[in-house]
Every structure is written in C-alpha cells, then in structure tokens.
C-alpha cells in the first residue's frame, strides 16, 4: 500500500508540473546586416519552429537597428496568428578593410504561444526576452561566415484557458475563463553558424542554432527544443 501510494504521489507530481512547463526554442539570429551608411537589409527565413520576416537600416558606418516578426509553427494550434514573438535590435557593427566584421546586437522581444495538449485545457504562455548577441565573421561578394552567441534571458507568464457552460443563457454556451499558472524567468546560451553564398546584394544563407540553459528559477519545468536550421534569402541594398 505505502509503496502504491508514493507511485501515486510521484505521477500525480509529475503531471503538475508537466502542466507548467515553459517552451523556449531557437530562432533565427541577425548577422552580417550591413556593410555601411544607409545600406537597407530584407530578409525571409523558415526553420522547424518559426517564419521570420526581418527589415533593418544602418543609421551610419557603426549603428544600425532592425525589427523582425516571428511566426512560431511548433505549438499544435490551428490559429498561428496567435503565435508570434518580435524583437527590436540595436546593432554596432565594424566593417573593417579586410572584409572581416563584428557586431553586436542588444535586443528586446515579446510575444505569445498556445499549446495544446490531450488531457489540459490550452495553455497560453506569454514571452519577454532581453538579449545580447556577439557577432563576428565576413562577407565576401559571393559568400558569407559569420559565428554567433547570443544570451538571452527570458521572461515566462503561462495561464490556462478553461472552458465553463454558462446555465443562463436560452442555450448552454461555452465561456473561457483565463488564469495565471505560472510563471518564471530563465537565462539562455545559444551558439549559431551562418554560412551563405549568393552574389552581392542577394544571399541565400543556412544557419543551424542550438539551445544551452544557464540558469532558471525553481518555479517551473524548461522545455528546450531541438537544435535547429534555418534556411534564408536575404536582401541588402544602398538607396542613398
């Protein structure tokens, strides 16, 4: 019996928490984006997890700032609209003579994800990050390499949506009741490689990106998804 019991008690734990658990999933980083004053940069990519459609300009020969939106594909919800995280970026960037390049991106994002499961009612998590992105490699006019390292630290707030007749309507009719589960915080290392080739303005790049968890609080269960690639067609143009 005592040892039924404590099978019950570690399933019934497990399930708990299982229930709040927090998604965090690698996305597309933003490197080699300008060259100089006024270049304009475009660019579409698609991984396993996201769409991203990013649009950035350089200020002068050393700033630059780029928005990008992300369309998160991962999460079992019929309605993708719903999932969505943008980030904003200011980049410092060096182009040097020899062609070689670094940079570095200080970034803020913000979105939202469902995610369903068989036994749950959906839970909806709502996603902060504050990141820096170290960049260095080079662009030639025919091909590109670039190593990046981004640390993020991310901001989780993951309520539920439960669904409850309401008796005073003419017919029974389903009401969604929000409420807070649960929420923490997390600090993410994530290492990419990007590699392109093209011609000049035009570039089609690949670059795979993995996740490594530096520290989080104790409040919650972190879901670290599976190492990606994302695949890109990237547009940078002068129209001074």
Same mark, same amino acid.
């Given at each position: 019996m005592k040892k039924l019991f404590l099978f019950v008690s570690v399933v019934?734990?497990?399930?708990a928490s299982s229930c709040s658990s927090y998604d965090y999933f690698p996305s597309q980083q933003q490197v080699l984006l300008f060259k100089k004053e006024n270049d304009t940069h475009f660019s579409i990519g698609v991984s396993p997890y996201t769409t991203t459609v990013t649009i950035g300009h350089a200020f002068s020969d050393y700033v =630059?700032?780029?928005s990008s939106a992300k369309f998160l594909e !991962? &999460?079992? #919800?019929?309605?993708?609209?719903d999932n969505f995280l943008f980030d904003n970026e200011l980049v410092i960037y060096k182009r040097f003579k020899n062609r070689l390049m670094i940079a570095s991106n200080f970034g803020y994002g913000m979105g939202q994800y469902r995610k369903y499961d068989l036994y749950n009612d959906p839970y909806m998590t709502r996603l902060s990050r504050f990141y820096i992105q170290p960049s260095f490699g080079f662009s030639l006019k025919c091909f590109d390499f670039a190593v990046s390292l981004? /640390? !993020?630290?991310?901001?989780? #707030?993951v309520h539920s949506q439960e669904m409850h007749y309401d008796s005073e309507e003419s017919y029974y009719s389903l009401?969604?009741?929000? +409420?807070?589960?649960?929420? =923490? $915080?997390?600090?993410f290392f994530e290492p990419a490689l990007t590699i392109g080739t =093209? $011609? #000049?303005w035009? +570039?089609?790049?690949?670059?795979?990106?993995?996740l490594l968890s530096l520290f989080d609080d104790a409040d919650g269960k972190y879901i670290l998804e599976e190492p990606s690639v994302n695949f !890109?067609?990237? /547009?940078? $143009?002068? &129209?001074?």
């Amino acid at each position: 019996m005592k040892k039924l019991f404590l099978f019950v008690s570690v399933v019934i734990i497990f399930i708990a928490s299982s229930c709040s658990s927090y998604d965090y999933f690698p996305s597309q980083q933003q490197v080699l984006l300008f060259k100089k004053e006024n270049d304009t940069h475009f660019s579409i990519g698609v991984s396993p997890y996201t769409t991203t459609v990013t649009i950035g300009h350089a200020f002068s020969d050393y700033v =630059g700032f780029v928005s990008s939106a992300k369309f998160l594909e !991962s &999460f079992q #919800d019929m309605n993708n609209s719903d999932n969505f995280l943008f980030d904003n970026e200011l980049v410092i960037y060096k182009r040097f003579k020899n062609r070689l390049m670094i940079a570095s991106n200080f970034g803020y994002g913000m979105g939202q994800y469902r995610k369903y499961d068989l036994y749950n009612d959906p839970y909806m998590t709502r996603l902060s990050r504050f990141y820096i992105q170290p960049s260095f490699g080079f662009s030639l006019k025919c091909f590109d390499f670039a190593v990046s390292l981004r /640390v !993020s630290q991310a901001n989780f #707030d993951v309520h539920s949506q439960e669904m409850h007749y309401d008796s005073e309507e003419s017919y029974y009719s389903l009401t969604p009741v929000i +409420k807070e589960v649960t929420n =923490g $915080y997390a600090f993410f290392f994530e290492p990419a490689l990007t590699i392109g080739t =093209g $011609y #000049d303005w035009l +570039k089609f790049r690949v670059q795979p990106t993995t996740l490594l968890s530096l520290f989080d609080d104790a409040d919650g269960k972190y879901i670290l998804e599976e190492p990606s690639v994302n695949f !890109s067609v990237h /547009v940078t $143009y002068d &129209f001074e």
